[in-house]
């Protein structure tokens, strides 16, 4: 005969609730048996039940076995009843989720909400917990909620099918978003609630701010604007200031939303004087030059912030990598506060390894090599810092960030771990065109800045037709000796067929090449010197301009020319490619020495400035200029006519042709056509830009928009030398330049100014290769 020992329901409320079940004898367990089982194996309910055969087994033991099995949750109810020394477990097993289906959701996508769902255990075949459901409908209101959904209705229901399953449905009915009708804000008496609500990220309604969403209310929005409240205040010298409460409502129909702000101003503190406490490793008079506040000035706490940065980096030059300074005032009754800088310096560190994460392609001593900071070294905050800048001006990199880690079980000792992300360093580009003068034309350019990743600069280009056949190889190692020195040389060859070309002003033919030798005399400045060869012949060609058949009447049609040559740069430009902050100045000079068949010099003159107007220096003001200058010297007159500079296109005077500004040359009286750009012996360009966030680009560094104004013009002092700034050509436009795998991109909308007839004018100009 069966006989009940106990029965334990949802929850075991008998257990839980203290209730006596009906008495059960002890005995000893001779076998269990499981009744009720569907799809929990019994060997799952026998490793849960703490109770085996053979034992001797009471009323309470029986209810703590029964309470344990119950926790596994895969189970509704279970009771227990004997036969005999049998031991009968009757289970009913938790239904299994046969499907879900979500219905109503458009601002929470489908995927999200399923592994929600599925985060909480809730997923098909998975075991059915309605309060699991329950919760998880509260979750998802909640996530409506925070978007400002303060209507929307969750509703959630578990359909029984046969065979123990469910189906569960949630329905949603998402409402609408609650728009901010008023943000009210009590207390101010010395700024207007207009100027604070300017500092506020959340707004009130509008068209335009409904499309932006800054009418939208979120607690952490709020939050955000409450501490740029509290900054505004502090920075202003109001120690005192207080949020004393902030209220959101909302209306009855739940689309309306206001929110209101009190707050205590309290009075505005000054300074009365500026102390230095702790242990000064600098002397205190070096440290006082990095204070720039003094007795009456206003109290601001980002001011103190950014004086305790300062005095902690001065200390970090010492290795002094992790001192600490805090900025402490002390408010007196007469609204004045003493400002205490509290120095702790800590324990000198010194780096054991510099590491590199990121550099791909790039080998890790070419990163090395950029090191100022040394391993085994004091760890010195300028020392670490300047080398990623140096790091930055490679031009390898798209970032580069520096982490000084303390090395653990240790307390003078770091690892300074640099982290690049690499971006493209060459170009590529290839050609095919016909012509009914050349022929078909092939081109292919290839260079890089980063050769293998060795930081060398390799370039090699060939052009060919039927008439012109080109080629030209250059080489740089900047490290040719481990102290900077560095080592290059370039290789041209033109070869033009006279046959083929007889119809064009003149024909070029060069080869040539140049080795050049650089030193760096500090940490951003170089000079660079070397010499060359260079061998000329001039064709005349059906229409040649008067200009050049005098000059070969004069010199002959080929040369011997030989070359020394200098240049001087100096760079404080944050990156190599795409600088946001800094400058860089230039002066080279080319000079053909004596001995050759035309005596002449080319000089010239760059200087590249970048001015940040916002912290994060995505706004940037940059100016430039270029002067240049030649001229022949000994019995020479002028500079040979194809040394000339020229000027406009794109890196030039944008909104005209590439090399089109200038004197023109003087058609032969057979040639009808316009004559062609001649150049001239002196160069002027400048331009001012306004580098701006590229739209829907977030904060990246391989692109760049700007708004610039470019002016130059080419003049030539043999021919008549006109100073009025009415010659020098104006164009204004937008730009755009982008970082590519194939190599820099960039393209320009340029509208001329001031030009003139005969000028040739273009609007759009597109460059690919070419650097920026």
């Given at each position: 005969?069966?006989?009940?020992?106990?029965?334990?329901?949802?929850?075991?409320?008998?257990?839980?609730?203290?209730?006596?079940?009906?008495?059960?004898?002890?005995?000893?367990?001779?076998?269990?048996?499981?009744?009720?089982?569907?799809?929990?194996?019994?060997?799952?309910?026998?490793?849960?039940?703490?109770?085996?055969?053979?034992?001797?087994?009471?009323?309470?033991?029986?209810?703590?076995?029964?309470?344990?099995?119950?926790?596994?949750?895969?189970?509704?109810?279970?009771?227990?009843?004997?036969?005999?020394?049998?031991?009968?477990?009757?289970?009913?097993?938790?239904?299994?989720?046969?499907?879900?289906?979500?219905?109503?959701?458009?601002?929470?996508?489908?995927?999200?909400?399923?592994?929600?769902?599925?985060?909480?255990?809730?997923?098909?075949?998975?075991?059915?917990?309605?309060?699991?459901?329950?919760?998880?409908?509260?979750?998802?209101?909640?996530?409506?909620?925070?978007?400002?959904?303060?209507?929307?209705?969750?509703?959630?229901?578990?359909?029984?099918?046969?065979?123990?399953?469910?189906?569960?449905?949630?329905?949603?009915?998402?409402?609408?978003?609650?728009?901010?009708?008023?943000?009210?804000?009590?207390?101010?008496?010395?700024?207007?609630?207009?100027?604070?609500?300017?500092?506020?990220?959340?707004?009130?309604?509008?068209?335009?701010?409904?499309?932006?969403?800054?009418?939208?209310?979120?607690?952490?929005?709020?939050?955000?604007?409450?501490?740029?409240?509290?900054?505004?205040?502090?920075?202003?010298?109001?120690?005192?200031?207080?949020?004393?409460?902030?209220?959101?409502?909302?209306?009855?129909?739940?689309?309306?939303?206001?929110?209101?702000?009190?707050?205590?101003?309290?009075?505005?503190?000054?300074?009365?004087?500026?102390?230095?406490?702790?242990?000064?490793?600098?002397?205190?008079?070096?440290?006082?030059?990095?204070?720039?506040?003094?007795?009456?000035?206003?109290?601001?706490?980002?001011?103190?912030?950014?004086?305790?940065?300062?005095?902690?980096?001065?200390?970090?030059?010492?290795?002094?990598?992790?001192?600490?300074?805090?900025?402490?005032?002390?408010?007196?009754?007469?609204?004045?506060?003493?400002?205490?800088?509290?120095?702790?310096?800590?324990?000198?560190?010194?780096?054991?390894?510099?590491?590199?994460?990121?550099?791909?392609?790039?080998?890790?001593?070419?990163?090395?090599?950029?090191?100022?900071?040394m391993e085994g070294g004091v760890a010195s905050s300028d020392r670490i810092e300047f080398s990623k800048t140096k790091l930055e001006r490679l031009g390898f990199f798209s970032t580069v960030n520096v982490e000084?880690?303390?090395?653990?079980?240790?307390?003078?000792?770091?690892?300074?771990?640099?982290?690049?992300?690499?971006?493209?360093?060459?170009?590529?580009?290839?050609?095919?065109?016909?012509?009914?003068?050349?022929?078909?034309?092939?081109?292919?350019?290839?260079?890089?800045?980063?050769?293998?990743?060795?930081?060398?600069?390799?370039?090699?280009?060939?052009?060919?037709?039927?008439?012109?056949?080109?080629?030209?190889?250059?080489?740089?190692?900047?490290?040719?000796?481990?102290?900077?020195?560095?080592?290059?040389?370039?290789?041209?060859?033109?070869?033009?067929?006279?046959?083929?070309?007889?119809?064009?002003?003149?024909?070029?033919?060069?080869?040539?090449?140049?080795?050049?030798?650089?030193?760096?005399?500090?940490?951003?400045?170089?000079?660079?010197?070397?010499?060359?060869?260079?061998?000329?012949?001039?064709?005349?060609?059906?229409?040649?301009?008067?200009?050049v058949r005098d000059f070969i009447v004069e010199e002959g049609d080929s040369f011997d020319n030989y070359f020394l040559f200098g240049s001087w740069r100096r760079s404080t430009l944050n990156r190599g490619v795409?600088?946001?902050?800094?400058?860089?100045?230039?002066?080279?000079?080319?000079?053909?020495?004596?001995?050759?068949?035309?005596?002449?010099?080319?000089?010239?003159?760059?200087?590249?400035?970048?001015?940040?107007?916002?912290?994060?220096?995505?706004?940037?003001?940059?100016?430039?200029?270029?002067?240049?200058?030649?001229?022949?010297?000994?019995?020479?007159?002028?500079?040979?006519?194809?040394?000339?500079?020229?000027?406009?296109?794109?890196?030039?005077?944008?909104?005209?042709?590439?090399?089109?500004?200038?004197?023109?040359?003087?058609?032969?009286?057979?040639?009808?056509?316009?004559?062609?750009?001649?150049?001239?012996?002196?160069?002027?360009?400048?331009?001012?830009?306004?580098?701006?966030?590229?739209?829907?680009?977030?904060?990246?560094?391989?692109?760049?928009?700007?708004?610039?104004?470019?002016?130059?013009?080419?003049?030539?002092?043999?021919?008549?030398?006109?100073?009025?700034?009415?010659?020098?050509?104006?164009?204004?436009?937008?730009?755009?330049?982008?970082?590519?795998?194939?190599?820099?991109?960039?393209?320009?909308?340029?509208?001329?100014?001031?030009?003139?007839?005969?000028?040739?004018?273009?609007?759009?100009?597109?460059?690919?290769?070419?650097?920026?």
């Open positions: 005969m069966r006989r009940s020992l106990l029965g334990v329901a949802v929850g075991l409320a008998v257990a839980s609730m203290g209730m006596k079940p009906a008495l059960a004898d002890e005995f000893t367990v001779a076998d269990i048996e499981v009744e009720g089982l569907q799809r929990v194996s019994a060997g799952t309910v026998f490793a849960a039940f703490p109770v085996n055969i053979g034992e001797q087994v009471d009323e309470a033991e029986l209810a703590a076995a029964i309470k344990s099995l119950f926790g596994t949750g895969l189970f509704t109810d279970i009771e227990a009843s004997r036969d005999g020394g049998v031991l009968i477990i009757t289970v009913r097993e938790r239904p299994s989720i046969s499907s879900i289906e979500i219905e109503g959701n458009k601002n929470i996508e489908t995927d999200m909400l399923m592994d929600a769902l599925a985060g909480a255990g809730l997923q098909e075949g998975q075991v059915f917990r309605r309060a699991t459901l329950e919760r998880l409908e509260l979750e998802i209101l909640r996530s409506y909620i925070a978007q400002g959904r303060y209507n929307a209705r969750v509703k959630a229901t578990a359909e029984e099918l046969p065979r123990n399953r469910v189906d569960i449905s949630l329905e949603i009915n998402e409402g609408t978003v609650a728009a901010i009708h008023h943000i009210n804000i009590v207390g101010n008496k010395d700024f207007s609630e207009e100027e604070l609500l300017g500092l506020f990220e959340l707004e009130t309604t509008s068209w335009w701010n409904s499309i932006t969403n800054s009418d939208k209310y979120a607690r952490e929005r709020l939050s955000g604007d409450l501490e740029s409240l509290r900054s505004f205040y502090l920075n202003r010298g109001y120690l005192d200031f207080t949020v004393e409460s902030s209220q959101v409502s909302i209306s009855p129909d739940k689309q309306k939303v206001f929110i209101a702000i009190a707050i205590n101003e309290g009075p505005q503190y000054t300074i009365s004087e500026v102390n230095l406490r702790g242990d000064l490793i600098v002397g205190e008079e070096e440290l006082r030059k990095l204070i720039p506040v003094k007795e009456g000035d206003v109290f601001s706490r980002a001011r103190m912030t950014s004086i305790s940065e300062a005095l902690s980096f001065r200390l970090g030059k010492e290795g002094y990598a992790f001192a600490n300074v805090n900025a402490v005032p002390e408010p007196a009754d007469d609204n004045t506060a003493s400002v205490t800088f509290y120095v702790e310096p800590g324990k000198r560190a010194y780096v054991r390894r510099v590491n590199f994460d990121g550099n791909v392609s790039t080998r890790d001593d070419v990163l090395r090599q950029e090191m100022t900071q000084t880690v303390p090395v653990p079980g240790t307390d003078d000792l770091v690892d300074v771990n640099y982290s690049v992300e690499e971006q493209p360093t060459g170009s590529l580009s290839a050609s095919i065109g016909f012509s009914q003068d050349s022929g078909v034309i092939l081109g292919a350019n290839v260079s890089e800045n980063n050769f293998f990743g060795s930081g060398k600069r390799v370039s090699f280009g060939v052009n060919v037709s039927d008439s012109v056949k080109s080629a030209n190889i250059s080489y740089l190692d900047p490290y040719y000796t481990v102290d900077g020195v560095s080592r290059g040389f370039s290789l041209f060859a033109r070869e033009t067929d006279y046959e083929e070309e007889d119809i064009s002003s003149y024909l070029l033919d060069e080869y040539g090449g140049r080795v050049t030798f650089g030193y760096p005399t500090d940490q951003i400045t170089r000079l660079n010197f070397g010499l060359g060869y260079t061998r000329s012949n001039i064709k005349e060609g059906l229409f040649t301009s008067q200009e795409l600088p946001t902050d800094g400058y860089s100045h230039s002066l080279s000079l080319d000079v053909a020495v004596p001995g050759s068949d035309l005596t002449f010099y080319k000089a010239t003159h760059k200087t590249d400035f970048y001015f940040p107007i916002t912290e994060d220096n995505r706004w940037v003001f940059r100016a430039r200029s270029e002067i240049g200058y030649g001229d022949g010297y000994g019995d020479r007159t002028q500079m040979p006519f194809y040394e000339h500079f020229y000027s406009g296109g794109y890196g030039s005077v944008r909104g005209y042709e590439a090399n089109s500004l200038g004197l023109r040359a003087t058609n032969s009286e057979f040639d009808l056509s316009e004559p062609d750009p001649f150049g001239g012996n002196l160069l002027t360009e400048g331009g001012l830009e306004l580098i701006t966030p590229t739209p829907f680009a977030g904060d990246s560094r391989s692109m760049r928009t700007s708004v610039f104004l470019d002016a130059g013009q080419v003049f030539d002092t043999e021919r008549g030398f006109d100073p009025e700034l009415s010659e020098v050509r104006l164009a204004a436009g937008v730009g755009f330049q982008w970082i590519t795998a194939v190599g820099p991109l960039a393209f320009s909308l340029a509208q001329p100014l001031n030009d003139k007839k005969g000028d040739d004018t273009q609007v759009f100009q597109f460059s690919l290769g070419q650097t920026f």
